[in-house]
Structure formats: C-alpha cells, structure tokens
C-alpha cells in the first residue's frame, strides 16, 4: 500500500502541474457547450448551401443535442483523453523514470492502479458533468423529445466505462510497446474499427462500442451484457500490465 | 552481504554477461573495474531488480533474490550513472514521495530530507526548485541523497563521481568512505581508476562478461603490481621500441611521445639488462625511471592487452 499512497499523490501533483486535468475537462466540456449551440446554428449555416433541406423535427430537439454530444466523445474527445493517458507508461518506461522507484521496491500492481484510479475518476465525473452541462443547454435553446435524468446517468456510466475500457487499453498498450504515441493510436485505431463489428449479430454485444452505440439510440437492450463483459476486458487489460510491469526491464 | 553464483544474461545471442560470480562482505567498499560494455552496469541492473537474468543465483543477506526481491530491494540503494527523476517535482517532494514509497511517517521523512541534504551538500533552497530545472551535477549529488534516504544496507552506485567537478568528486569520495563506517557497503563501479583505488577494500575487474580478477586490493598489489620501467629517449622511438619488444624479458611496452612504459616479466633480470640493451642501441637516455605500477596499470595490463 506504501506504493499506492505514493503514486496516487505523485499522479494527481502530474495531472495538476502538466494540465493533464484540464486537458481532458476541456476535450470533454466544450462539446458539451457548444454541441446545442452549433445544432441551434445548423439551419442558419445550411441556409447558404443549395440543396441541403434540414428537417427541423429531427434535429431540433434535446435528444438529438446529446446524440450529436455523444457522436463528439467517441470521436474526439476519446483523442484527449488516449493521448494524455498513453504518455503515463510509455514515457516513465522509456525515459527510465521508474529505475528509482523500483530500485526502492516499489510495486509494479499499486503502481499501475494508481495510474488508472487517477484518469478513471476523473473521466467519470467530467463525462457525467458534460453530459448533464450538455443536457442543460440543450434545455435552454429546445424543447422537444426531453431526455429523463435517470438516462442521462445510465448514458453517463455507460460512456464513462467505454472511456475507462480505453483508459485500461492504452495502459497496457504502452506497457507493452514501451512508446507512447503508438500505443495511443493503437488504442483509437481498435476502438474506431471495433464498431464495425457492432452489426454482426453474434458478435455485437462483445463490443464495448455497443456502450456508445446503445447511449446515442437510448435503447438498452443488452447493454447490460456488454456492460459486465466490457468491466471483465478492463480488469484483465489491468492484470495484463501489471504482469508487463512486473517483468519488464524499466532500463 | 552479496554472493553472486554463475550469473548469466543475454540479449538474443549476445552474451553479456558469462557466468560471473563474487562475493561481498558487509561493510565492505567493493570495486568493479571494467571498459564500457564489459557488462558492469548490467550487473548493477540485475543486482537493484530492474531488469531479469537468465541463469545464475543471487543471495542478499542469505536470501535468495528472485523469490524476496520486492522486500529485499527495501534494503538496497542504486544511484544509476545517470539519475532521471519526476521533473515536475521539487527536490522536496521527490525526497518525500521517496520516503512515502518506503513506508516512512511524515515525520522521519522531513528529518531525514535535511540529513540528507546537508550529507550531499545540497542547500535547503535548491530543494525548493523543480528537479527538472537542476545541472548535472546537482542531479548527481541529488540521486545520492535519494539513494541514502531510506538508510539503505547495500549501495550500488553506477559512476557516481564522473558528471562532478574535482572538488565535488572528492566531497563524494569522502562520503562513501564515511558510509563504510557506518556499516554501509559499498558496490561501486567507475572508470576512474585513482577513485577506485582510494575508497575501495575488495575489487573485481570485468572483461567481456567474465570476472578475470577478483582480489583484496592489498592482495592485488602484492600479486600483480610490479614496477615499470619509465624511459626517455630523444628522437624516433619506434627502432628502439622494435628491438625490446622482440626481446623474452619484456612483456609490453606503451609509448606517449617519446616516453616508453616497459613492463617486464623479471624485474632482476632487467634492473641489470635494460639500461644497457638500449645504450646498446644508440639511443640517447633523456630520463630512466623504475616506477610502483597502481591499479591502473593493473588494469590496462589484464584487460587492453
């Protein structure tokens, strides 16, 4: 547990000084304030493009707000937070930061979990609190097809744990490359081609995406399923590298 | 304190280190001499568990490394050739996240962080400022008060003098020779031969992967030192160096300029036949000297042949 007191506080003084926080509030938050504005915006800006008819029952409602929101976090914002999170293994390995830590007997296990307890958190509070700025807007500026606070916490849970699924990816990805960058695209390349597989019929509810995929129809059906087998892929992603780090030559 | 058996690792087919084995006692100030890629500092990475072996036992304190690592490394100390630290962090907090590592109360932490500052000179303010802003030398002396602050029972340290100026070389020369009063021992490996030479009891000398000397240092001076004839002669020195080389008694023979070092197999033989083979060869005798060889010449002798 020694190792685990130190490296929680050491990866929350990192985040704070290297703006990791803030980097991943910002990929998160701005979506979430300017998704309703642009959507409000849309038939203004369409207005100049012959030929582009926008059908104002569709689109211009709250629910459609936090389908746009969702369609930005899997695309964009899931970039800020890999790429903020790829760097924590990857570079302490290549730039032989750990040989003090593990010199001194530090744990590979607590040291991992500190890293991904200090970006899971996080991400789950930002996600919830964009997708509840989101729905605030939205509220503001439209009035049809309102979305229920309690499916805005299931969507909220369910992207978070993609983005955690991610969070656990990209670690062990980085554990095992040893580079930082590769490891982050490795990571979004997965994730993006993976959602292709969401449409074969036996093979669908195996993929995490179906946690985005479901959040954007508001339609659950056997979310739950893949809700439970996405936390079993997370906990072996985080089983994994801790058995990298415990066998991997950090000089 | 250290018993090394048959220690073997390899990076694909290459060979790095051959079956090496030693002993340290505790307390002791231990050596290790060898060029770069001799394999000294892979030694020091197995020995401080950072990266694997292949073959070979190690024995910390009696017990077996592989299967006690984690809790026997909570009694090593390595200072690596060159320390990298969390650059983000001020020497005050890298000192504490250290201690907190260690299972130290915040108390003995801060107690400790001045002992240690003032043990390798470095003053309160420079603590205050980030690690990644420090010279070369500050992240030295740092690495050593990281490596002391858990009171440590075995050091290892990587060429911990070769980034210092003189004066700081010898400010941690002292201080290694005061951790042996204090029980500590000492595994220390450098290219600086007089370092070595100074601070250290026992020492071994690395050469492609095997020990080739292993010796109390007194031991060592009485088994191969022996003294070289130092030579100056005005002119060309190659004809006269030609006509030694071949001769039986000459072992070898280095040459700076016109300054010969003639390293002899009998010592007798050439007190009363040197002198007079290169008279004999028309040479003109600036300067002839019988000098003690040091650990050096030991060392250039055994290793660049």
New interface residues.
């Given amino acids: 547990m ?2 685990f ?2 490296y929680i ?2 990866e929350i ?2 985040s704070l ?2 703006y990791k926080y803030l980097i991943i509030t910002l990929g998160i938050i701005i979506f979430a304030i300017s998704g309703p504005v642009m959507v409000k915006l849309m038939p203004i800006i369409l207005k100049s493009q012959p030929g582009i008819a926008i059908s104002s029952d569709k689109f211009m409602n709250i629910q459609y707000c936090l389908q746009s929101f969702i369609s930005s976090l899997y695309q964009i914002s899931i970039m800020f937070i890999v790429f903020t999170v790829c760097t924590s293994i990857g570079e302490e390995i290549t ?3 750990l ?9 590979p296990m607590f040291i991992v979990i500190s890293k991904f307890i200090n970006y899971s958190i996080p991400v789950l509070l930002v996600t919830t609190a964009g997708i509840f700025i989101n729905h605030y807007y939205s509220s503001i500026l439209f009035v049809n097809l309102d979305v229920e606070t309690g499916k805005l916490f299931i969507v909220s849970l369910l992207v978070s744990l993609y983005f955690i699924f991610n969070i656990s990816l990209v670690l062990f990805l980085s554990s095992l490359i040893k580079k930082s960058l590769p490891a982050g695209i490795l990571t979004l390349v997965i994730g993006y081609v993976s959602a292709a597989f969401i449409k074969i019929p036996q093979l669908g509810k195996f993929v995490p995406y179906k946690l985005i995929s479901d959040s954007s129809a508001l339609t659950f059906k056997e979310t739950t399923f893949t809700a439970f087998f996405t936390v079993v892929l997370i906990v072996t992603f985080i089983i994994a590298t801790v058995y990298r780090m415990n ?1 991997i ?3 | 304190m250290l018993k090394i058996e048959s220690l073997t690792k390899k990076y694909g087919d290459f060979e790095v280190l051959k079956g090496i084995s030693f002993e340290v006692e505790k307390g002791c100030i231990y050596g290790f001499l060898g060029k770069n890629g001799s394999g000294k500092t892979t030694t020091m ?1 197995i020995l ?5 072996y292949n073959s070979g036992n190690i024995f910390i304190k009696g017990n077996e490394f592989n299967t006690n ?6 009694a ?3 200072l ?1 050739q060159a ?4 650059g ?2 001020t020497g005050n ?1 890298y000192l504490k ?2 201690g ?4 130290m109360s915040s108390k003995e932490i801060s107690i400790r962080t001045d002992e240690v500052l003032e043990l390798v000179d470095l003053k309160t303010g420079d603590a205050k400022r980030k690690l990644s802003g420090y010279s070369g030398g500050m992240k030295q002396r740092f690495g050593l008060a ?1 490596t002391l602050f ?1 009171h440590p029972e075995i050091l290892f340290l990587d060429e911990p003098t070769s980034a210092l100026d003189p004066e700081g070389r010898m400010e941690v020369l002292s201080l290694i020779e005061n951790l042996k009063s204090e029980g500590i021992t000492v595994f220390l490996s450098s290219h600086i031969l007089n370092d070595i030479e100074r601070v250290c009891s026992e020492v071994s000398i690395l050469d492609q992967g095997k020990i080739i000397i292993s010796s109390n240092i007194k031991e060592l001076e009485e088994k191969y030192i022996q003294p070289i004839f130092d030579v100056e002669v005005e002119g060309d020195v190659s004809a006269l160096m030609e006509t030694l080389i071949n001769m039986p008694m000459i072992e070898n023979i280095k040459t700076s300029n016109n300054l010969l070092s003639i390293y002899v197999k009998n010592i007798d033989e050439a007190k009363k036949q040197l002198l007079k083979i290169i008279l004999a060869t028309n040479s003109t005798v600036l300067s002839y000297n019988i000098r003690k060889s040091n650990l050096e010449d030991i060392f250039m002798r055994m290793v660049i042949k």
């Fill in positions: 020694n190792t007191k130190a506080k050491k003084l990192e000084r290297e730039l032989q930061k040989v003090f830590p593990y010199s001194k007997g530090a744990s066998h030559e950090v000089i | 990475n401080t568990g950072l990266i694997n690592k984690r809790q026997l490394l909570k090593i100390g390595y690596p320390p990298v630290f969390y983000f962090m907090e996240f250290i907190n590592l260690s299972g990281v858990n």
